[in-house]
């Protein structure tokens, strides 16, 4: 973290600078980078147009050609209680979406009116599902005992392969003739997907010699990069909430909304949730995660899980309102893969989130980032100015 994220967290912050005559002028950019280099210690020369050396897509990318150009803004400032302490922290995002960021912006003033938005990690784990199939029911059944007598084993195989990562847990599962070895790894601040899947191709593998089964599908139940009730319910990733409590003068002032308007609209959206059937009972995550994780360098695909959770909303005895927002399955590192260059280092660094150490202070962001998001999302469908918004901030039309 730099010195001035280390500042007196009582002072207040920044607010981003703006232009109201023109904010895509030169200086009204260069105001708003000025800010950034002052957060975090160094000018985004990336972000600002520097190309990136075509080395840094090695191993990431084949038959490269050159680099994707997506608008970065900055959303701000979320006054942020984290496990590592009170912080200031200004969010880049990545969209085409016009009237976004402004409602990030707005939901993040939200938050600062209840004083800091509280936010927790509250464990980790990455799951990798293989099957694999026996000639009976029984044979499954006795497979998946001899699993849970091989813990320790498999955690001396898993060692092997890696530094960083580790088995953590084993929760095998008969199906009928088949058994689904849950296997639950620890990967440190990376999110360990070719890890996990190397450590769990090896242990499935041992268990299968072991035990006579007939086949072995590594990714026999593929949880991987889609929303689904088991991911939803155990967690995978990093599983994170965010809570604050908004005093309802603040609420009134910032949105023309009453804590009772928005409480009643999320009862009317829960209805419409249950029918569908979905994992992602939140309004808009996979806005919020997708540009941020496009911003800071993530796997983009992961944002199908990662928006997965849980809003909610209640009147407190005193009148004001109370929300969080519980996101089990955030998929997210800050190092490794596409984290570690360009755009995406210097993006973290703005949030004091990249390198070693800094991966669930990234999923506490992102998950008071969803929360300011969905509560100014909410707030603009409560008083029927979502329409006005969209059509003030996002006018960008085709020419006739």
């Given at each position: 973290?730099?010195?001035?994220q280390?500042?007196?967290?009582a002072?207040?912050?920044?607010?981003i600078?703006?232009?109201?005559?023109?904010?895509?002028?030169p200086?009204?950019?260069?105001a708003?980078?000025?800010?950034w280099?002052?957060?975090?210690?160094?000018?985004p020369?990336?972000?600002?147009?520097?190309?990136v050396?075509?080395?840094?897509?090695?191993?990431?990318?084949e038959?490269?050609?050159?680099?994707?150009?997506v608008?970065i803004g900055?959303?701000?400032?979320?006054?942020?209680?984290?496990?590592?302490?009170?912080?200031?922290?200004?969010?880049?995002?990545?969209?085409?979406?016009?009237?976004?960021v402004?409602s990030?912006?707005?939901?993040?003033?939200?938050?600062?009116?209840?004083?800091?938005?509280?936010?927790?990690?509250l464990s980790?784990?990455?799951t990798?599902?293989?099957?694999?199939?026996?000639?009976s029911?029984?044979?499954?059944a006795?497979?998946a005992?001899f699993?849970?007598?091989?813990?320790?084993?498999?955690?001396?195989?898993?060692?092997?392969?890696t530094?960083?990562g580790?088995?953590?847990a084993?929760?095998?599962?008969p199906?009928?003739?088949?058994?689904?070895?849950?296997?639950?790894f620890?990967t440190?601040?990376?999110?360990?997907i070719?890890?996990?899947?190397?450590?769990?191709d090896?242990?499935?593998?041992?268990?299968?010699?072991?035990?006579?089964?007939?086949e072995?599908y590594?990714h026999?139940q593929?949880?991987?990069?889609?929303a689904?009730?088991?991911?939803?319910?155990?967690g995978?990733?990093?599983r994170?909430?965010?809570?604050v409590t908004?005093?309802?003068?603040?609420?009134?002032?910032?949105?023309?909304?009453?804590?009772?308007a928005?409480v009643a609209l999320?009862?009317?959206?829960?209805?419409?949730?249950a029918?569908?059937?979905?994992?992602n009972?939140?309004v808009?995550?996979?806005?919020?995660?997708?540009?941020?994780?496009?911003?800071?360098?993530?796997?983009?695909?992961?944002?199908?899980?990662?928006?997965?959770?849980?809003?909610?909303?209640?009147?407190?005895t005193?009148?004001?309102?109370?929300?969080s927002a519980?996101?089990p399955?955030?998929?997210?590192?800050?190092?490794g893969?596409?984290s570690?260059?360009?755009?995406?280092?210097?993006?973290?660094?703005?949030?004091g989130?990249?390198?070693?150490g800094k991966?669930?202070?990234?999923?506490?962001?992102?998950?008071?980032?969803?929360l300011a998001?969905?509560?100014?999302?909410?707030?603009?469908?409560?008083?029927?100015?979502?329409?006005?918004a969209?059509?003030?901030l996002?006018r960008?039309?085709?020419?006739a």
């Amino acid at each position: 973290m730099k010195k001035d994220q280390q500042r007196d967290p009582a002072l207040e912050p920044e607010r981003i600078p703006r232009d109201a005559q023109d904010d895509y002028s030169p200086a009204a950019v260069e105001a708003r980078r000025a800010l950034w280099e002052r957060v975090a210690g160094a000018r985004p020369a990336h972000v600002a147009g520097e190309p990136v050396a075509f080395e840094e897509a090695r191993g990431k990318i084949e038959n490269l050609v050159g680099f994707v150009q997506v608008p970065i803004g900055i959303a701000g400032p979320l006054r942020l209680d984290a496990t590592l302490g009170f912080r200031d922290v200004y969010v880049p995002m990545a969209t085409t979406e016009g009237a976004m960021v402004a409602s990030y912006s707005r939901g993040m003033r939200l938050l600062a009116a209840g004083g800091r938005v509280r936010a927790r990690v509250l464990s980790e784990g990455l799951t990798q599902n293989p099957i694999l199939v026996y000639a009976s029911a029984e044979q499954a059944a006795y497979a998946a005992g001899f699993a849970l007598r091989l813990f320790e084993d498999f955690r001396v195989m898993v060692r092997r392969t890696t530094q960083h990562g580790a088995l953590v847990a084993i929760r095998p599962e008969p199906i009928g003739r088949r058994l689904v070895v849950s296997l639950v790894f620890s990967t440190g601040d990376a999110i360990g997907i070719n890890m996990a899947a190397r450590a769990a191709d090896i242990v499935s593998q041992n268990l299968a010699e072991r035990t006579g089964a007939v086949e072995r599908y590594l990714h026999g139940q593929d949880v991987e990069k889609r929303a689904n009730a088991r991911a939803f319910v155990e967690g995978r990733g990093r599983r994170a909430i965010a809570d604050v409590t908004i005093p309802r003068a603040e609420l009134q002032r910032i949105t023309r909304a009453t804590p009772e308007a928005l409480v009643a609209l999320w009862r009317s959206y829960t209805v419409g949730f249950a029918e569908l059937g979905t994992q992602n009972w939140l309004v808009q995550s996979a806005n919020g995660l997708a540009a941020v994780m496009l911003a800071c360098g993530q796997d983009i695909a992961y944002v199908t899980e990662s928006a997965s959770g849980m809003l909610d909303l209640d009147v407190t005895t005193a009148g004001d309102l109370y929300a969080s927002a519980h996101l089990p399955c955030l998929l997210v590192g800050t190092v490794g893969g596409g984290s570690g260059q360009g755009t995406a280092r210097e993006c973290l660094e703005l949030m004091g989130c990249a390198g070693s150490g800094k991966a669930n202070l990234f999923a506490e962001i992102l998950a008071a980032t969803v929360l300011a998001g969905d509560l100014s999302l909410l707030a603009s469908f409560a008083t029927h100015e979502f329409t006005a918004a969209h059509e003030a901030l996002g006018r960008n039309r085709p020419p006739a």
